[in-house]
């Protein structure tokens, strides 16, 4: 079946008040990573051009309820709807929700199929890198969180609880964002993760000295 202009539209409908760190940018990179991703590993990529776009059509939800909701689940359940919507049949819409259920970090469901590994991966590369250090800096701001936790030390840190203005870029590196290159699925997952890593790992390194004032 076709992809199509039509799952776009839908997905869209549910971006129009996005942050920007969550917007639709992040849905189309995705999907370009994605399919960058499943042609190397050899995916479906059908499978994967839907599950792609329509990844994060409850993450909204869960920015305003400050993360009490896990967009994952809900999500997938909402992008059931809309494929059954458009007469996908089961198996592609079962495929399509365990991507989609499966694609986030802080849950417990692990990508079984290799269009969930692959949408793992193309999801997580946009959370680090020069990409990434932006999108956490985008959402610390729309936290009203601190530029830096600098009179704290790391342990203190991750003792302080999300959406608070603790929860900083810096905050997310030391929960997540420094372990995803050993969370990567694929062969060429792992490969992109690589200078990714680094040069996240390097500038928090730097805004750190800065942020002490060292040169």
Known sequence: ???????????????????????????????????????????????????????????????????????AISGAEVAGEILLKYKYDEKTIAAVYHCIAAHRFRNEIKPKTLEAKVLFDADKLDSIGAIGVGRAFLFAGELKAKLHNSRMSDAEILATKEFGKEDTAYREFLIKLRHIKSRMQTHEGRRLAKSRHALMVEFFKRIKKEMGGKI
Do not use: P, W
């Open 1 to 71: 079946m076709y992809v199509t202009k039509k799952i776009l539209k839908e997905a869209k409908k549910y971006f129009i008040n996005a942050r920007g760190s969550h917007d639709f940018d992040h849905v189309e990179r995705v999907l370009k990573m994605a399919l960058h991703i499943g042609k190397k590993e050899g995916a479906n990529l059908e499978i994967l051009k839907l599950a792609a776009i329509l990844h994060d059509v409850k993450r909204n939800d869960a920015d305003k309820n400050k993360g009490k909701t896990d967009h």
